[in-house]
């Protein structure tokens, strides 16, 4: 499936990318590599500075570049405002997106006679439709995958092994979920009667929008009343909690080990960085950006970007973190002036018994 | 499964709540539902304050309120000191808890000739049950559940898809464990010997309590040498990680994310928030409480709320808190201050000089 | 498989460690045991001075203990300089490592016929082994792994259950992953083109190296290029989280919920404790140590140990943390002498009138 770089500018413009090449427009690239790792007849690319130092050892034979990156001489070069987007539209000219091929295995899958599987499903051995679940067409379900009773996937969805849809959840068009990922468990949801905990049944559901792309082994709560919902073109890392009644709007970001607790609000277009956290009852705007670790506990504006724990508007984390950095050197600073005081104090009171004590 | 509106009030008195009923006492409902979602023939519930505007707007045709709530005219109104509690009550009247119902799939469970497995057991396709495992009665255990080799499970115990237990560990009676989640793996004991990491078997197991529920994608270690436990009556959410040996109490409760390295000691009744943290080899008194992403390293007395990083007593934390929001400012006027002595010193030093130098 | 102390005190030769035995020689123990649990018939120890109440109240019949410990009398003593390995190296001898047991059950395995397996190997029903994939010899793999195409494993390696090995992917030698870990996921990929996230095909593959073990429910991203890389006797807890094209060193050691973001180059002996994180496009030096919590934003040299949000060196950490915990006193002091300097203030401009408006 080798392109030359000229149908490769052409794929760019088909994105809307303008792009400028600086080399042979004949020349065939196969695949993509990194700089470290490609060879010749691979194109590569620049879009961290940070890296700038591996493409002056690169081998690759063309590289990616912003319109004015220095190239080694004898590299193609083709240059463009957005050298990631460039090079993600390369990737899937060359290599495509991963084929699923239906098994050719002996194995059996467990289907319930009340369950209804689309058409041109690839269901592998193993998997198990519970009683009235519905699974649409063109589904992708590997082994160990369990959709429960009355659950209902749409079409072109995509599950990876041992992924769980407990009773009656719902899953859009176009899903994609990676290995182990759990969605509808019941909630934390427990109310103190008696002396005791007693379980309230969680009788909503967890419903993921359209689009949508869970990593792995993330856990997303059914809701105790109504849904839980993960909104349309959403995308998640691996290893995040979602907690019952909590609803996220479409196109969000989330990284590893995020964790939302019950009933929480999150708008569209949400950024949410590695390991942050969100209490319950609490609304996050839209565009918002949640950074590393950060601990909200109050509501979040649109467009705003918050940080630390608790979250605060970023330049207010950055002044605290600054000031916090400089504490022990504040710290000796008032340790001087008080020293100094009381100096002072003393010659003052030295000087009034001057004043008055020796009047002239 | 309707209830009118007087024999919901009598489930009430079963489990001791005190409820008035402000509207007619033959209305029924069928169901519930939240304030936002409910419509004629449910019941729905103001709890927490904050939501007292989704109740001048709802369609539910009752509510559970507080005893001094306004309600829009026109809604059938339960009065209670417990709202939560009271939904709680109704949602189990109305809807009751899941059932599971035996499978009629025509796959395959492979359960070990040695393996044991009580009466009225729900065994999914899919299920491994290993030499010399007991299986209570009836168990649910659905596709993808593994019982290690010589483990026990008690009665009325409920594994969803691909929980693993592995070998030797002990599940009590009436235990709930959701999908993905893993019981009894090798912590990370390594002693170094002759300069590398050699591995200690881990000879000891995980034991889980009567009444426990733990949610999906946990992870929680057999102990080295003895026991991990998690006390009776215990509650986990998602994504919890437990050290081996440590031993946690009975009718705890622990949000998503809750990490605690090995051989911690956990009283009764803790409550510990989200991403919370506690370091090895300490102990956490009974009813105490670890707030959200709190790191723990020191023990924690019994009844105290602990917070931060490190984690100190609730009102230490706050007070750091104010005052690290205030640093910006303290550092501003030490400035200040600085100016000001500096000023005083050399208006004292001319002073002097005025002083003892120009003798009147 | 008892043993006599004098026969393990020679075992403990052949790890290299010495060892003087105070007691008798010929006494015989079967198992190692904890010092609450243990009785007569098993040894015990002491390493952590914390427990050494235990050790005055133990029923064991044999410890092992540091050279000047007090044992009470009646028990008898190995001494040695590594209490910790000492006990190790004698659950080795009396308990052994975990063996696994061929199945006698009748399920299936599902394997593709273009998949081949070593000799010798334990393959438990519901495991499934997709196209061209390739399992060594002695493989060890549990119900539910799923092994993707042309992925390829050592030999020696043990699968517990439901661990899935994406497409593509390496895993070496003597290798042990605990039940629900997923190997080669997509990471979170997606590049904004046409103002929406287009995925990018995540075409690299995750590498995890020999002798690593990993624990339970973890999530090692596939790289977006090139390789996602475990160095070679690595070990990991559960629950943690590698992002894509991370490269991790050798003989490492990472606690559980500990979350590495992409592109993150760590070297080798490095541990890191719980719930830490590391932003993407940085580099952990050797013998680097990572505190608890920490969230790594910059570069950590060799041989350092980081601590706090944003991590610092331990030092800096330390004197940050005493600091803060002084701030309310540092304020009250801030304010006592702000009343004090405005008072000398007035004086001096007292002062001034004195000395220059009543000359004498």
Redesign the interface.
Known sequence: MSKSLAELCEVLGQ???RAELDGDPEHRVG????L??AGPGQVSFLS?P?YERALARTSASAVVVSPDQRVPSGIHAVRTEEP??AI??M??AL????QH?A???????????TARVGENATI???V?I??EAVVGDNAVL???V?IG?RARLGNDVTL???V?V??DCLIGDRVTI???T?IG????G?????G??????Q?GIAEIGDDV?I?????I?RA???RTVIGN?T?????I?I?HGTQIGE?C?F???V?L?GSVHVGDHVTMA??A?V?G?IRIGDHATIG??A?V?NNVPDGETFLG??A?PINEAK???V??????E??K??KA??R??AE??Q??AG??E???GK??
Chains 1, 2, 3 share one sequence.
């Open positions: 994105y809307g990318m695949s993509v590599a990194t470290e790792e961290n940070k990631y987007g993600t539209a990737i899937v290599h495509g997106y991963r091929v098994p050719r295995m002996t194995g059996q899958q467990t289907i319930d006679p592998y051995p193993g198990t519970d009683r590997y082994p160990g369990y009773p990876f092994p041992n769980v407990y009773d990676h290995a182990g759990v468990q019941d909630g934390l427990y109310a103190p009667l008696g005791r905990w007693v379980k309230i049944p009788i792309e990593g792995s082994n993330c856990s709560d105790t009343l109504g073109g995308k998640f890392s691996n290893l909690a907690g196109h970001m990284v590893a080990h964790g607790a590695g390991q956290g209490v009852h590393a670790k601990g506990i724990q608790p605060v002044r605290r973190l000031h916090a950095a400089h504490l022990p504040m710290a600073t008032l002036l008080k100094k005081v002072l104090e010659k003052a000087n009034r001057q004043g008055t009047p002239g």
